[in-house]
């Protein structure tokens, strides 16, 4: 006697880890369930479908089997007298079930199927390749599960393949194993479903002639229990970190990118197809539309794909956004196959983007070269510090200003004494600008470093850079300089003598020494000239000089740095009075 059993597939949701092999047949206590009498099945259609759903489910079974000889023919006969177990084939709402079911119903003891119903239960079924359905738009006002997806998941439990929770997989959560070109989606069984069902059924052709690449965003996130979830790839730097989202578009995360960079795009890759073993070039796009096609503007190119059909494979494609791409919205795709070096089932499922916000390149100002008119300064010398601006970002700079300072050390930052400021114009990528600051020397004797700081600008992304190196500079009082000048008022007892004197940045004392015979046995002490660097005219009255006689007299400057001597200049005093 025959023992019948009702078993039930349930597509749920679901997380897992990559594995070899995954795809899994179902199986219960007799056994695995592979006894099925034929591989072709035909379905009635239940009357309670619409004609939008029975349309989806056509293209969900047509897709899931074109690759294998398993096969699945649709009656359209307005079935109302579904059931579990009356031996039909069906296909059906059924909101007595949560969410959707394979009803396989078959003999216990040989495994042998006899009949299988594709029940949709209490979910807010879609129909139609839009993006109003999960996983791009989750409100439950608009949004709601593709029955399209979900025919694909049920109809391989139908063909005899199990839940599948250790990569992304149809046969996991069918919702969001999907991929899409502009808004329009795409559900398909996948690479380990259909490789499962190429092992389990053969293949449709004798030749390899139905062929198939796929891309996907979406990637494997874990495993719930038999099924595997999935979720949005990422868009990462060149570092590998995570991009800011700039916001979204049709439920996708969009990115912010800046011209000139390189991120990295998250990708999952599938051999759907019959062959074996694909190879084929992948085609990086920059599109200003989310439609990828070979006529958007070309980025680069991988051709190194060779994917055995086994499970998917996730790859991170490191990818460069032109530097002269203006500020915009963007789609960054990527395009298998893009040369079409091989004809294939479909293409719809070839294409794979990021809705990306490209920002414009940063500027980057530096101050590449400071330096001095002088290095070795006397103090209150007068020198100017010289500067120049660069912009070494990849994009214009605003106008700024550049800021001078004097540092104890040799390490220039804002910390330091400002001294001055110059403005800056407006610098286009890799240009520069010269400017000059009239400066004073301290007054204090010592070692200065001077430099310059330019302010950061709009949209720099590097502040650590704007500072310039130092320029060293010495500031030392020297010994003086003086010149004797000439005596005038020469009388017979008197004269006046006179020098100029620059004191050179200390204390200066002023001598004139004086005497006859060539010694200079006299002094006659003017006194302080300043510390200054202009030079200083004086004059002294020599008093009680012997008439009629020779003398001779210099000036004698004196610091702490040391003393100079002027010129001797002689001058013969006038005769005595009554002398003839």
Known sequence: MKTLANIAAIAGLALVAEGAGAYTYISRDCGTVTGYSNISRTFNLGSNLSTAEKNDIATALARLTVFSQASFILNDNNDSSWSTTNTQNEIYHDTSHATAQCSLYYNTSSCTVIATDIRFGNQPWVTGNDSNHWPYDNSSATGGRSILGTAVHEGGHCAGMGHEADVYNIMGDDWDHVTRNGTTSYYGPGEDLSDGLIDRWG???????????????????????????HSFGVLRDASGAVLPVAGSFEGQPSYEVVAGETVQMELTVENIGEKNTESFHTGFYLSSNSIISSSDTFLSEDTGYVMTRNIPYEVLEPVTIPIDTPPGTYFLGAYANHDFQFGEVTYQNNVAYYPVEVLPPPADLTVPFAGVSDTTLLPTQSFSILAVTRNAGDGPADSSTLRYYRSTNSIISTGDSFVGS?????????????????????????????????????????????????????????TPDVSTGAVSGIGATEATVSATVTANGANTMLYFDYGTDGQFGNTLTHGFVGSGLSSVNASNLLPGLVCNTQYQVRARAVNNKGSALGSVVQFTTEACAGCQ
């Not at 030749?207 to 979830?229: E, I, W």
């Not at 004073?440 to 004797?445: G, L, V, Y």
């Open 203 to 229: 293949k449709r052709s004798g030749n390899d002639a139905y062929r198939d690449v796929g891309l996907a965003v979406h990637r494997y996130d874990g495993s719930d229990g038999t099924y595997s979830s």
């Open 422 to 478: 110059d403005s800056i114009s407006a610098l286009a990528a890799g240009a520069q600008q010269a400017s000059n600051d009239p400066e004073t020397a301290p007054a204090t004797e010592g070692t200065w470093y001077y430099g310059a700081c330019v302010d950061s600008v709009a949209g720099e992304e590097v502040t650590n850079n704007q500072c310039s190196s130092a320029a060293q500079v010495t500031v030392a009082a020297q």
